[in-house]
Each structure stands twice: as structure tokens, then as C-alpha cells.
């Protein structure tokens, strides 16, 4: 696109920016992009680390809960506030180890913009990091405060699924039609080409990049939540099932035909809820 045709597109203060996203990521030193990958890469290997820890310092307990169900002997205990806050620090390590890979490329373009731009420094980049991470800490918080709610209903199993076939169900049917909804389909399309939201929403400074990290969190979480919503279904710790959705996550955004992955993905979870409430 030529100078006219930016100028039209996104007036305002993205007039100051390059004009081509090549250009911008120019901007952008092998060395820098080569630390923002490394550190997306050592954020996420050391929240997997977490995660496989926890998963299995909590087997035998599991394990051992298992058994006392297929006895009719479940033991459920209230959490304590510290199991409250406990569940927000696994959630908020799992969107880590499953959010950040699929951030990558809009770390690196935000990162190529702020240097075309001329500003020295990378605490704008971190901060923008940091405002995207705020949104899904918060998603986390929501959802400890959701499973706290589930098992104080006794609404989960032993192994932190759904207790009740017929609402996990419900749920999975909920998450595949969000899949195929006008809301799902922006928000995908704005984390496929997060281009036109650096240019046309620019903002400079600490709180400039907070914002604009917090904003695109936003739809990322519009994008993914009902996806992070089968967790419920499927088991919280089931790692395999957090593997799988992360892997989805990222081929949604970053993938050539990820807008259809979604769709197939939608359909596939309705029906494999539509089966799961039938066979209930």
C-alpha cells in the first residue's frame, strides 16, 4: 500500500509511522527480535516446567481421590484461601505457557514500530507485554473463582472435569457456537493482523504501550476464553487437553487458514457435545 493509500487508512498520529509493515519490521535488529523470541520461548518452557510439576506433585492425590470415589467414599473439602489463591498462580502460569507463543509476532511488531519511531529503550515493548498478560491474569483470576465455585457445588470430578456429562456437554456445545459467532470471527481477525490496530490506535509512552498491551489482550481473550472454557469439560490439569488447545490457539492466529480452523473446530466441538449429551 502507498503513502496515499495510508495516509486514507489511518490518519492521525499513524501518518508518523513507516509506511510498510516490511519497512517496520526493518526497523527491528536481528538482535532484538532474536531476544524478544528467546524470552516468549524461555516464558513459556519455564510455565510447561510449572505445570508438569504440579501435575505431578497431584497425581497420587488424584489418584488417591479416584479411588475414594469409585468406592462411594468422596471426601470433598472446602477450599481454603489458599487454595483459592493457589488455583489463580496454576491458572495464571497455564495462559502463560499457552497464551504467549500465539503472542509472538504482535511482541515483534509492536517492538519493529517503536523503533521506527525512534524511541530508544525497551521498557515500552515489556510494558506492552506485561498490559496483554494483565488481561489474561485477570481471565485467570475468573476462572479459579469459577472452579472454586464448581467444587464447592460439587459440580467437578476427582480429576477436575466436569462431574455432571450432561452440563460439560452444554459447555462444549456453548464453546463451538462462540466459535462460529460474527464476535469470535473480529476478534481472530484482529490477532491475525494486529497491523491495523498499531497503526490506526498508536500511543507513546509507558502508559501508551499499557494500553495498547491491554487493548489487544482484549480481543485476544475475546478470541480464545470459551476455547480455555473447555478446560472445565475436559479436566483443568489435563495437560495433553492444554496442549491441544494451545496448539489450536496458535493456528488459529498465526496459521494460513486459521479463520476456517476455528470454524472446523466450532462444529467439531458441537458435535462431540451434541454425542456427549446424548450418550449421558
Not at 513507516?18 to 523470541?37: K, V
Not at 523503533?115 to 489474561?136: H, M
Not at 452440563?167 to 470471527?185: E, H, R
Not at 491495523?196 to 495498547?212: D, N, P, T
Request: net charge positive.
Amino acid at each position: 500500500m502507498g503513502t496515499t493509500g495510508s495516509t486514507l487508512l489511518f490518519p492521525g498520529r499513524a501518518r508518523n509511522l513507516l509506511d510498510s509493515e516490511a519497512t517496520r519490521l526493518a526497523a527491528l535488529s536481528f538482535r532484538d527480535r532474536l531476544i524478544i523470541w528467546a524470552s516468549i520461548v524461555v516464558l513459556t518452557i519455564l510455565a510447561w516446567a510449572y505445570l508438569f510439576r504440579i501435575d505431578r506433585e497431584m497425581a497420587p492425590m488424584m489418584e488417591h481421590h479416584r479411588m475414594m470415589a469409585d468406592m462411594g467414599m468422596v471426601m470433598d473439602m472446602s477450599w481454603a484461601p489458599r487454595d483459592v489463591l493457589y488455583a489463580v498462580a496454576m491458572w495464571s502460569v497455564m495462559m502463560v505457557g499457552m497464551m504467549m507463543p500465539s503472542a509472538a509476532p504482535v511482541l515483534v511488531l509492536y517492538a519493529g514500530a517503536h523503533r521506527a519511531r525512534g524511541a530508544p529503550g525497551v521498557a515500552p515493548i515489556v510494558i506492552f507485554g506485561l498490559g496483554y498478560l494483565l488481561i489474561w491474569m485477570g481471565f485467570s483470576a475468573v476462572a479459579a473463582l469459577s472452579q472454586w465455585a464448581l467444587h464447592e457445588a460439587a459440580l467437578l470430578s476427582p480429576v477436575m472435569s466436569m462431574a455432571n456429562a450432561r452440563i460439560g456437554a452444554l459447555v462444549m456445545i456453548a464453546a463451538g457456537l462462540y466459535q462460529l459467532t460474527p464476535l469470535k470471527a473480529a476478534c481472530l481477525k484482529h490477532c491475525r493482523t494486529p497491523f491495523g490496530f498499531l497503526m490506526s490506535r498508536w500511543r507513546s509512552g509507558a502508559a501508551g504501550a499499557l494500553g495498547m498491551g491491554v487493548r489487544h489482550g482484549a480481543y485476544c481473550l475475546g478470541c480464545c476464553w470459551a476455547l480455555m472454557a473447555v478446560l472445565f469439560v475436559v479436566g483443568v490439569m489435563n495437560l495433553l487437553w492444554v496442549a491441544a488447545l494451545a496448539t489450536l490457539v496458535l493456528v488459529e492466529k498465526v496459521a494460513p487458514g486459521g479463520t476456517i480452523v476455528a470454524r472446523v473446530a466450532g462444529v467439531a466441538m458441537i458435535a462431540a457435545g451434541a454425542a456427549a449429551w446424548l450418550n449421558a
